[in-house]
Every structure is written in C-alpha cells, then in structure tokens.
C-alpha cells in the first residue's frame, strides 16, 4: 500500500486515508472476522475481488475494488458489503463521514 492510499466503505459513507490509519482501522475493528477470498479479476491498474466474510456463524460476501499505482502498491480500496448499516462509533478517530 501507498503511505496515502485510501480506503472507503460506502454503506457507511465512511473514507481513511493513509496506510497507517487503515492498518489501525482493521486492528481495531470488533469481531473475530475470518476472511476467504473466493475470486480475484485484474486488469491492468484494477482488481476486484470477492471475499467470504465470517463472524462465528455469521457470513456475508463482500466485493472489494482495487487500484494500483504504477510501481504496483495499493492506491486506493473500496469495500461494498450488502446492505448499509450504521458505523460504530467509536472509529470516528479514523474515518471522515461523507
């Protein structure tokens, strides 16, 4: 990942920059989440991936687009989830609201 990439849920309307903010984000997010990646498509600077996402019994599938500078490091990660829901509050230290 780039030191200023960028990381965005839309469900959430939520956006993190930087590398360092979106490495605290996923330490700190509640739950014992398993992800499995189940497909990766890319082309050229683009990727999309589907992901199983688990929580104990819960499970979900997410789709995940990617974009690639071009030395190949992570610019920018956009995380859909099926339905929207309300963000936790206690990330607010992390994201901005759109």
């Known amino acids: 990942m780039t030191e200023d990439m960028v990381y965005e849920m839309p469900q959430t309307r939520e956006r993190i920059h930087g590398r360092s ?9 509640p739950g014992d989440w398993h992800l499995q990646v189940r497909r990766i498509v890319a082309d050229g600077r683009h990727a999309a991936a589907w992901i199983d996402a688990r929580v104990g019994t819960e499970h979900q599938d997410a789709c995940v687009w990617f974009e690639f500078s071009d030395d190949g490091l992570i ?7 099926p339905e929207s829901y309300d963000p936790p509050s206690d990330r607010e230290h992390l994201v901005e609201r759109w």
Request: hydrophobic fraction near 45%.
């Open 21 to 29: 903010a979106f490495i605290q984000f996923n330490r700190e997010y």
């Open 75 to 81: 610019t920018r990660v956009v995380d859909y989830w």
